[in-house]
């Protein structure tokens, strides 16, 4: 009798782990040559991404070094203005979207499905896309700084100066659309990162079971869903004005230069907490580890971690106490500024708890953390002294500033990097890097670090402002910034050393022990290096630290002892979970290599070219060539025979593959994706109320030029199409299949009737959005709606197809369910916009 | 001595010339101190935690509540408590009757200053009387610059569209510097203001003479 999973031989029983080992690889393995632009496997990709940020770091690094030789001297003309204000604006603008982020999404694309005991992400398409919008994106922006066109406008891009009147030339053009390119890679992470995170957890791996770097990222891709969306608007509509002179931030025409100013910093604040808290996961990690005790104050910790992701929401107004806000407004952003330091130091005293109480070691990790935190705690009590407001109005804009940030951004996430790098470099390469060479590198950067930023809060205090070029002797400000140069190089010395080290021991270090560090949690399980698919066999555990309860669990998995033990049936799979319980609730199959994430990003980056160099046409047929690949993507999914087409027979008693049932991966990321949009809108939607109560020359006309009934129609023929949609998902719940087709079919002639009255009413209206900020922004939420409508018209399209072709139907009911909450949404801003725009402004004309 | 003599300079904040800038150095100070108690008490809390005894347990309650809650909160409550009315110079209260009100209209990259009451024109120079508030109006033309004179006080941008108001005020005669405060293209490095506080007396002659002159 042979058993399912038995081998082709006929021998009997289950495979040895060396033969499932082979299995695995024919179904996981990553090819070499010119198909390893397909590899979709998150260990490559997440190593792509981090290998590449570590250059754009290099880049920006030097970039430094060149203003900091400038700077070195009074009345210095090493470089003049214009490349100093470029080298500026291109030096912070990669290190926070070029290397900050991209980097820590790739540490946690690599580490988090070895931690949570996945095969790997549950978008792999999406991870490999990512990677290379970031790639393309960053390229394109370097492209800027080669050909001396960087963007050199500051990397917050103040309004009216980066309009097109105060900066001609495409120099800023190559900031707002190369790295709204890279955004797409950050968005995409985040939204799977989160998903995953959620689930594809181990059996049992339940919310308060789950690592805690876990946490900080699942609270870090959140605050990317809802963070990055303002920037993203206020870079479209920059855009916008700058390409097509549609009026936003231009006061003379009813717009208003602070309203990216809040559009910007509803963004920036919380940017830079989504830098910190993965590193502060990574402390977490390593401190408990190298103390070799469970993490003290766990619990506490994640609340830290939420209520420091809610709170970032609530204090951009910071970075504004200069424009003439309000003083109740300033007293309560300074407050709120000042409490997000009580999680913090939480953290930083849980940390100490468990060194005191665990037997901690001076190794290269611990060195690192060790300066973390020296770095990171003065970074942080000088950003409670800028919260206080009438200390803010002195030395905002001043080189104590750049002190602040640096020690905040390079002690809070370069060191813990470096920290992450060193502890977890034996897993990814199996070997251990050099003691003696990051000693060295560790001195040197941190004493070169100490030496350029600690005496640059004194040039501040002394008045040096930020972005200046150069400087009169006479200030107090020549030896400061002569001890500053200076010790930028020791600094630059040091972080080269440790990048050396780093690279060298790849090759010449020496072979590390399994779980040399004695590690708690199942990344240290896969194999150093990681196998392609992280587990021959997906374990159930039930602590916070498997390996310390089951040292032996490696050898256990490898023998296929667990869950998911085969690969035969060639389908790439790993476990869907429960959010909170961490049961399984099914089998997730995910998409092998594929050349399409390629294809789509190469297509985005022609248009994003001839977007710079102002080729309209050319833009418009390669974004609709990048719709037509990424609507061939959607297709090759779920039960299309190139993902998991038939039945399955070997499957976990009580388990379906998730596109035979209504809940998967698809569901929670349109979700998702939907939330981010929804913060893109609600940023639009607060900038017309912003404009409308405050821009200096706001006049709308005498005239509201939309029909009272367009808003509304559009809206009731939103609700029909979706109302179709729900029933026809009830129906398949219920075992009912006919007349799928039809519905979707009357779906789409409704979305079609919502989206030709929309049409109706943009090509109508007298609108002249070059002449009015008010104009444009109704304009602008025409069109934001069209689009919207005609995508969810053209997926509920699909979906007929598809159930023609009987990729969708009783056997996979998944994906209209999907679709609906893109159908969902449609709804949702159509309604909203009837509010806001076609209600309110009677409502405010009334009282006028 | 030394430090107070390396505070100086014409653009240091740490050298106050007015009430505004006075009472922010002395919260500043302050801020400062408990700044470099609690820096150098955490470092070597650290460095105390990481010596490799035996395993030491208990207490991990304490640190949390004491180190992680009441240490910032009691921290922050103060300066809060302590230090909000620092601010009170630079506001322009609505019952406080200025000496002066000043237009400063800022664009790439220099300054005009106007006086309205005495219709006179100034660029690139202010001149208040010593120991009165001005009220001074900034405004910009072309992008967001900010009008700073360390000495005397903190910063307030001049907005394309706005016009925005701050209080100033000297205690001494003398030569005080400002400069540009945001990053306004080109220029910015070198788009300074020159503010002369002169005695009561001395400051209505220079205004008669100036008004008089074309």
């Known amino acids: 009798m042979s058993s399912p999973g038995q081998l082709a031989d006929g021998s009997g029983g289950p495979p040895d782990a060396a033969a499932l080992h082979a299995e695995f690889e024919r179904v996981w393995g990553n090819p070499r040559g010119w198909r390893a632009l397909t590899i979709v496997n998150h260990s490559v990709v997440a190593l792509r991404f981090m290998v590449t940020g570590l250059v754009f770091f290099v880049l920006a690094g030097l970039l430094s070094m060149l203003m900091r030789v400038q700077l070195a001297r009074p009345g210095q003309q090493v470089i003049d203005a214009e490349t100093y204000n470029q080298a500026f604006t291109a030096h912070g603008t990669m290190m926070m979207f070029l290397f900050a982020v991209p980097v820590l999404q790739g540490a946690a694309a690599y580490l988090l499905p070895k931690m949570l005991g996945a095969r790997d992400l549950v978008f792999p398409r999406l991870s490999a896309f990512g990677y290379w919008c970031y790639l393309f994106g960053g390229l394109i922006f370097c492209a800027g700084l080669a050909l001396g066109l960087a963007p050199n406008a500051g990397w917050f891009m103040y309004t009216p100066l980066s309009s097109d009147v105060h900066s001609p030339g495409p120099n800023s053009d190559f900031w707002l659309i190369g790295i709204t390119f890279v955004e797409i890679a950050t968005m995409a992470a985040g939204i799977e990162i989160a998903v995953s995170i959620l689930r594809t957890r181990a059996d049992g791996m339940a919310l308060h079971r789950m690592p805690i770097f876990a946490w900080a990222m699942l609270v870090t891709s959140m605050m990317i869903v809802f963070g990055f969306p303002p920037l993203i608007l206020a870079s479209i509509l920059l855009e916008l004005e700058r390409a097509a002179g549609w009026a936003f931030f231009d006061p003379t025409r009813g717009g208003d230069p602070l309203l990216w100013q809040h559009l910007f910093w509803l963004f920036g604040h919380p940017e830079v907490y989504i830098i910190f808290l993965p590193a502060a996961g990574m402390v977490s990690t390593l401190v408990s580890v190298h103390a070799q005790r469970p993490l003290v104050g766990y619990s506490w910790v994640v609340v830290s971690l939420i209520s420091t992701g809610f709170l970032s929401f609530g204090l951009w107004v910071h970075h504004m106490f200069t424009v003439g806000i309000p003083a109740l407004a300033q007293g309560f952003f300074a407050a709120a500024s000042m409490a997000v330091a009580i999680p913090t130091a939480v953290q930083v005293f849980a940390w100490i708890a468990t060194l005191a109480t665990g037997r901690p070691r001076w190794n290269p990790p611990m060195l690192w953390l060790a300066g973390f935190l020296a770095t990171f705690v003065l970074g942080g009590l000088t950003g409670v002294m800028l919260a206080f407001v009438p200390f803010d109005w002195q030395v905002h804009d001043t080189h104590f500033v750049v002190a602040h940030l640096h020690y905040v951004l390079i002690g809070g996430m370069l060191f813990p990097l470096f920290a992450a790098l060193y502890h977890w470099l034996p897993l990814a390469s199996g070997r251990m890097a050099s003691p003696r060479l990051a000693r060295l590198g560790f001195w040197l950067s941190f004493v070169g670090f100490q030496g350029t930023f600690l005496v640059m809060h004194w040039t501040g205090l002394l008045g040096m402002p930020r972005r200046v070029w150069t400087y009169d002797s006479g200030m107090g400000w020549d030896w400061p910034n002569l001890v500053s140069s200076v010790f930028g190089f020791v600094m630059a010395f040091g972080v080269a050393a440790t990048l050396l080290d780093l690279a060298l021991h790849w090759r010449f270090g020496r072979k590390a022990e399994p779980n040399p560090w004695h590690a708690d949690t199942l990344e240290w399980a896969v194999g150093q290096p990681p196998t392609s698919y992280n587990f021959a066999s997906l374990p159930p555990i039930d602590s916070r630290h498997p390996l310390w309860e089951q040292p032996q669990l490696q050898s256990a998995i490898a023998a296929g002892d667990f869950e998911l033990p085969r690969a035969a049936h060639g389908r790439r799979e790993t476990l869907g979970s429960d959010p909170v319980s961490g049961r399984p609730r099914e089998v997730i199959h995910l998409p092998g290599n594929s050349v399409l994430p390629l294809l789509a990003a190469l297509l985005l980056s022609a248009m994003c070219i001839a977007l710079l160099a102002r080729f309209y046409w050319p833009a418009l047929a390669a974004a609709c060539a990048t719709t037509v690949v990424l609507l061939r993507w959607s297709w090759e999914n779920c039960a299309h025979p190139k993902a998991a087409a038939g039945e399955a027979f070997d499957l976990p008693k009580g388990l379906a593959l998730h596109s035979r049932t209504f809940d998967g991966p698809g569901l929670w990321g349109m979700g998702l994706t939907m939330a981010a949009n929804a913060a893109l809108y609600a940023s639009f939607v607060f900038g017309w109320c912003f404009l409308w109560l405050v821009a200096p020359a706001w006049t709308p006309p005498a005239k509201a030029p939309l029909d009272v009934w367009t808003l509304p129609a559009a809206t009731g023929a939103f609700i029909a199409g979706w109302a179709l949609l729900r029933q026809l998902s009830g129906r398949l719940q219920h075992g009912v299949d006919q007349g799928l087709g039809l519905r979707l079919l009357a779906a789409a002639a409704c979305g079609a009737a919502g989206c030709a009255v929309l049409g109706k009413a943009l090509a109508g209206a007298t609108l002249a959005p070059t002449r009015s900020a008010h104009d444009a922004m109704l304009a602008f939420l025409l069109v934001y709606l069209l689009l919207h409508g005609a995508l969810a018209v053209l997926l509920a399209l699909l979906q007929a197809a598809r159930v023609r072709h009987g990729h969708v139907g009783l056997q996979a009911p998944y994906e209209p369910g999907v679709v609906a909450i893109l159908w969902l949404f449609v709804v949702g801003v159509t309604a909203v916009a009837w509010v806001a725009f076609g209600l309110l402004p009677t409502a405010l004309a009334g009282q006028g | ?214």
């Open chain 2, 1 to 214: 001595m030394l430090l107070l003599s390396g505070c100086s300079g014409p653009l240091s904040t740490l050298d106050p010339a007015g009430p505004s800038a006075a009472a922010i150095a002395q919260v500043l100070w302050w801020m400062l101190g408990v700044a470099v108690v609690v820096s150098v008490g955490v470092i070597a809390l650290w460095l105390w935690a990481m010596r490799p005894d035996a395993q030491r347990r208990g207490h991990e309650r304490r640190w949390l509540v004491g180190g992680g809650l009441l240490l910032p909160g009691v921290a922050i409550a103060a300066l809060l408590f302590f230090g909000a009315s620092a601010g009170r110079h630079q506001w322009p209260w609505p019952g406080e009757t200025p000496a002066l009100v000043i237009d400063v209209n800022a664009r790439q990259w220099h300054w005009r200053v106007r006086y309205p009451e005495h219709d006179l024109v100034l660029q690139d120079e202010l001149r208040l009387p010593v120991g009165r508030a001005v009220h001074v109006r900034t405004s910009s033309d072309d992008v967001i610059h900010s009008f700073w004179v360390p000495r005397l006080g903190g910063k307030l941008d001049a907005i394309p569209g706005r016009t925005l108001m701050l209080s100033l005020q000297a205690d001494r005669p003398g030569r005080y510097l400002g400069q540009c405060a945001e990053f306004c293209g080109i220029g910015h490095a070198r788009m300074p203001l020159v503010v002369i506080a002169m005695a009561p007396d001395d400051f209505d002659a220079w205004l008669a003479a100036a008004r008089r002159a074309p």
